[in-house]
């Protein structure tokens, strides 16, 4: 002979809240800290994308400035000479 449980929930045996699904609390608050992580993650990269291009601009200026040194030097360039100073 089969013996039939019912396996229905009943008011003595409570359920856990978690086991429902997630309140809209939890939900917003998920969506808030994602959105704040996403955001500072976005914000970081526009950062070193900016920092690049300063340093990119002034690697060029130092290529330049060098590039004009060495002309100087090619042409023999030498200071010239200190004024006297009359008393």
Known sequence: METSVDHRRTTADPEPRRATGFTLTEVLIAISLTGTLILT??????????????????ANVEAALGGAADELAQFGW???PEEATTS
């Open 78 to 80: 030498t200071a010239c």
């Open 41 to 58: 993650i976005v914000l970081a990269a526009v950062t070193l994308v900016r920092a690049s291009g300063v340093s990119d601009r002034q």
